[in-house]
């Protein structure tokens, strides 16, 4: 820790001195991300519902269209992230991309509030006739969406960001601060689910549409109030330049070197230069990706300039841009177990919701809105995450000797385990919802599903927090794990990455949807989802599910030993860093 402080960047005296609001700026940029996560989630949260009920769409229908907007939006953030570090700033686009968040969800409210912009409504008798909507109502709703996929674009990789550019990362105050809101951001996150699932859900279920999806509209419009009301506080970092051209230019180069051998000491021998004012850890050779260390060997046909860095950076390229490229390669494979973890956790916030509309949501004499189940994942990670930081993690930290108590990856690594355990147990209450529903007499009829099972909908609270608990070990473990691995000049991207998970796992998810619905449609067992769940067998894509869990564990296993994680510790020795190899001790899930 001393030679860290020690090496810490001085800055140079042509830069201007940044004056950094730190916990000042925090009431305003807490509470935007507040408001607007009330204002995204609020809309979000219950569209499966006002789809197949104000939109008549059947379910299977909402599900893929929620499908291919979650993903959408998610993979639109590696957009907004370019655009974010490359041309227009932070601040600039978590600007531009909230007004167009506002719009969005002003006309999804006005699709409510005027009755020609929505279908009519069903018939609520068995077999009553149902009107879909017209392309121009289509149209409108369609606007909405994608002013929230624009606005989703720029905020979700850039708030996290921004909100840590407030804090002076060369002082000890400055590095708890940033902890800190890296710890509220979370919490803000969370409290906003568990307000959007309750109260704003109740009132559009039971209240009415109109105003239930108006109350979103005005949170995001405090939340604009908000963050323009820091405009003069802020620290505002510039834009250096996309870290994607830096990326090709070694892939190119190495391409072009291919045919070269590496030389035996290349710690000592490749090109090793890095700029003065990077914002960039250095980082030391290291074996990994080897082919791509060619990218760095110096020939008589490549020219240096006076300042040390390469004349043309199209053929030759310094270890320094050769290890971050690799920081990125190396985190793909942990990507893609993550998008498989998405996929159980998908579960969780969709097919849930049918299996709540179809069983017995009474609770005394208040009867809980299907889509509100979802809040006790949201209380078990609330209630939990306080827990594993003030008690757990000091616990592990004396038995380990870590700081965090157990590693990022081991982290990870427990909640997918806990993801194949709510998938299972899903199955096992399906199971049980199902053979009731055809057992027993039913509570009433459903409309455009089916018969409502007796079984209580509180039997779905297990699964759900044990959701909750994957979450807190598994969502918030990513984060930290990309934020930290990546380059420093590409925190954007690192925020991107984890919703671009999240949007190929909605993609996955809808196509493993879409290929059940079709395959077993016409199968000796019935469709496995029908509208109604009792005449399909819901229970078996849960095992199916479960199946995908324990292969994709398995899969992060193997790959947590193979992983080396970014090491900013160098030894000096006659200019040359040197990688001081890990132990083997600690291959197992590092």
Request: proline share 5%; net charge positive; charged share 15%.
């Amino acid at each position: 820790m001393e030679n860290q402080k020690d090496e810490q960047r001085i800055p140079d005296d042509n830069e201007p001195q940044l004056n950094y609001p730190g916990v000042k700026s925090m009431p305003l940029i807490i509470g935007n991300e507040t408001f607007e996560k009330l204002g995204a989630i609020g809309t979000l949260s219950n569209l499966l519902v006002y789809l197949t009920t104000v939109f008549n769409m059947k379910s299977i229908t909402a599900t893929t269209l929620l499908n291919i907007f979650n993903g959408t939006t998610n993979f639109s953030t590696l957009i907004g992230a370019y655009l974010c570090d490359t041309y227009f700033g932070r601040y600039k686009t978590l600007g531009f991309a909230s007004i167009a968040s506002f719009a969005g969800l002003l006309l999804i409210d006005l699709t409510a509030v005027f009755k020609g912009l929505h279908p009519p409504e069903c018939g609520k008798k068995e077999g009553s006739h149902c009107t879909s909507a017209t392309p121009a109502q289509w149209l409108f709703l369609l606007t909405g969406f994608a002013l929230l996929i624009i606005g989703a674009a720029g905020i979700r990789p850039c708030n996290l960001a921004f909100g840590a550019d407030q804090f002076n990362p060369n002082t000890e105050s400055g590095k708890r601060g940033i902890n800190s809101f890296f710890n509220w951001y979370f919490f803000t996150l969370t409290f906003a689910q568990m307000v959007s699932v309750t109260l704003v859900v109740y009132v559009q279920s039971d209240v009415s549409w109109p105003i239930g999806l108006g109350i979103p509209a005005i949170f995001m419009f405090i939340s604009l109030v908000l963050f323009f009301g820091g405009t003069k506080m802020y620290v505002k970092v510039k834009p250096q330049g996309s870290p994607f051209t830096s990326m090709a230019r070694v892939v190119v180069a190495a391409v072009k070197k291919r045919r070269l051998k590496l030389p035996q000491q290349p710690w000592l021998s490749l090109f090793n230069y890095r700029p003065l004012k990077s914002i960039n850890s250095a980082l030391p050779h290291s074996n990994q990706f080897s082919f791509l260390n060619k990218a760095a060997i110096i020939t008589p046909e490549d020219k240096i300039n006076p300042d040390g860095s390469a004349s043309d950076p199209w053929k030759l390229c310094s270890i320094q841009q050769v290890e971050e490229l690799k920081c990125v390669l190396k985190v793909l494979p942990i990507w893609a177990a993550a998008i498989t973890y998405s996929i159980a956790m998908a579960q969780q916030t969709q097919y849930v919701v049918f299996q709540a509309l179809q069983s017995n949501r009474q609770f005394f004499k208040f009867q809980i809105p299907a889509a509100s189940y979802t809040v006790f994942t949201m209380i078990t990670l609330v209630i939990f995450v306080p827990i594993y930081d003030r008690i757990i993690v000091p616990q592990l930290r004396r038995m380990t000797g870590k700081e965090g108590g157990i590693s990022l990856l081991q982290r990870i690594g427990f909640g997918i385990s806990l993801t194949v355990l709510a998938s299972l147990v899903s199955a096992l209450v399906e199971g049980k919802r199902r053979n009731l529903a055809l057992t027993k007499p039913t509570l009433g009829y459903e409309p455009h599903r089916g018969e409502i099972s007796s079984m209580s909908a509180l039997w779905l609270v297990p699964q759900l927090s044990l959701a909750g608990f994957a979450e807190s070990f598994t969502s918030i473990g990513l984060v930290e794990f990309y934020y930290k691995q990546f380059p420093e000049n590409m925190r954007s991207v690192a925020g991107a990455f984890f919703f671009c998970g999240m949007a190929a796992s909605s993609y996955l998810n809808g196509f493993l949807v879409m290929i059940i619905h079709r395959t077993t449609e016409g199968a000796a067992t019935g469709n496995w989802l029908p509208e109604d769940l009792n005449k399909g067998r819901l229970d078996y894509f849960y095992f199916l599910i479960t199946t995908i869990g324990i292969l994709n564990l398995g899969y992060f296993l193997v790959i947590s030993r193979w992983y080396r994680y970014k090491d900013t510790s160098t030894v000096h020795n006659g200019g040359a860093a040197i990688l001081e190899m890990e132990k083997k001790s600690d291959k197992s899930l590092v």
